[in-house]
Every structure is written in structure tokens, then in C-alpha cells.
């Protein structure tokens, strides 16, 4: 059955640490990964997205991720984070094939960060 | 352009109601889906609509279904509601044409269920 786990349910960080939030993934074909963040009060925005091409993606406010298609995962890093990152992170994929855009989302990340 | 759009924003129903909520895309957007997003259950796809036809269904009971208009607006209708409907109702839009694409969301809409 085509899953997306997200290992860490809660996480509390200080202002400057370095962030990373695991995410793996099970389909059996080629897919697109997202991470997709929602901020307290706010609707679901993309964050980035892969497709194709350089498995290091960056995306909007300093947030950049790895596909390793090896490991069937999609890790969110971010070098410094910010009180203001303080949001519901969700990694979600979208199979190729099937002429649909479903997306199979985690069960989110809850980051807090503390300044 | 102007993003998605949802009405009502919030709602409040009892057992056996139904309902309907309601999606506008971005404009030039053909394709719309919907999510529940529940605290236990996650975000869940219930279905997509392109071209006024239904492209691919989740895992919800016939009690929930949907439709899309011509001008690419999307409604969804809850029957009989439960108290486990109690959800945050997510329609996202795409271009449509060439799936798999982004999909961006609305700010949704908030079902309570008595």
C-alpha cells in the first residue's frame, strides 16, 4: 500500500539550531515528493517540491530537501531556524501513472521553535 | 491571481444533516480535489475532479460525494452527517491537464458536527 511516514510527531528547537524532519516514503513507481508547511491560522502552503532532475531541492524560506531514492526518502533540513518556522510540516508524494493528482500525505510534524 | 477560494469557512451541523461546501480554483485551474484533514486521521484524499468528471476517489463511504460546474468550481456534499465528519475540508486546485501536478490549497473549510 503506497505510505508516507514522518518519524517525529513533535519537535522543539532554539532559535539558530538546525533542523531536519525524516520522511519516508512506500509506492511502488516513480513519484513526486512535497513538503508542504501550515502555519498557525494559515491555509497549506508548498514549500518545495521534487519532480526530476538534482535530488537537492530548495525551496522558500531557506528550506531545502533531499530525495534518496535509495532510501525512499525525502528528508527537510534547514540550516538556521526562526521563531516564525513555527508550523505543521507535511511530506506528501504523488505516484506517476494513473493520470490523477492524488497526493498520500504524512501525519505532519509539529515544529516549535523557542526564541 | 487570486488563490483558492472555500465557503462557508466555518459550519456547524447536526447528526443527519447534510451538507455542501463549496471550491472556486485559481483561475485557469481545471483540476480540483478534496482533503478532510482530521487531528486522527491526517490528511486524507476524498476526490478529484477535472473536466467536470470525477478522476480518481478515496477511501470514504458514498455518503461524500462531489461534482464540478463548467467554469471548474467544485462543490462537495456530506449526507447523513456523523459525528466523526467533524473535519477540516481542504480543496486544492491544479492546471489539470498533465498530472502529476502541484497542487495549491484553500484556506478550507470547518465542519463541527453536534
Known amino acids: 500500500a503506497q505510505s508516507v511516514s514522518q518519524h517525529n510527531h513533535h519537535v522543539i528547537l532554539s532559535e539558530a539550531a538546525s533542523l531536519e524532519l525524516g520522511c519516508n516514503y512506500s509506492y511502488g513507481g516513480t513519484v513526486n515528493l512535497f513538503w508542504y508547511v501550515q502555519y498557525p491560522g494559515q491555509h497549506l502552503q508548498l514549500l518545495l517540491k521534487y519532480f526530476s532532475g538534482d535530488p537537492l531541492v530548495k525551496g522558500i524560506k531557506g528550506f531545502e530537501a533531499e530525495f534518496i531514492k535509495s532510501k525512499f526518502s525525502f528528508n527537510l533540513r534547514k540550516p538556521s531556524v526562526q521563531w516564525s518556522d513555527t508550523a505543521e510540516y507535511f511530506c506528501?508524494?504523488?505516484?506517476?501513472?494513473?493520470?490523477?493528482?492524488?497526493?498520500?500525505f504524512g501525519t505532519g510534524t509539529l515544529l516549535a521553535v523557542q526564541p | 491571481k487570486a488563490g483558492v477560494t472555500q465557503t462557508p469557512r466555518y459550519l456547524i451541523k447536526t447528526r443527519g444533516q447534510q451538507v455542501t461546501l463549496s471550491c472556486s480554483p485559481i483561475s485557469g485551474h481545471r483540476s480540483v480535489s478534496w482533503y478532510q484533514q482530521t487531528p486522527g486521521q491526517g490528511l486524507q484524499f476524498l476526490f478529484e475532479?477535472?473536466?467536470?468528471?470525477?478522476?480518481n476517489k478515496g477511501n470514504f463511504p458514498g455518503r461524500f460525494s462531489g461534482r464540478q460546474f463548467s467554469n471548474s468550481r467544485s462543490e462537495m456534499n456530506v449526507s447523513t452527517l456523523e459525528l466523526g465528519d467533524s473535519a477540516l475540508y481542504l480543496c486544492a486546485s491544479s492546471l489539470g491537464d498533465s498530472p502529476p501536478e502541484t497542487q495549491y490549497f484553500g484556506p478550507g473549510t470547518r465542519l463541527l458536527v453536534l
Open positions: 475532479y477535472f473536466s467536470e468528471t470525477q478522476r
Open positions: 506528501a508524494v504523488m505516484g506517476y501513472g494513473g493520470a490523477t493528482n492524488k497526493l498520500i
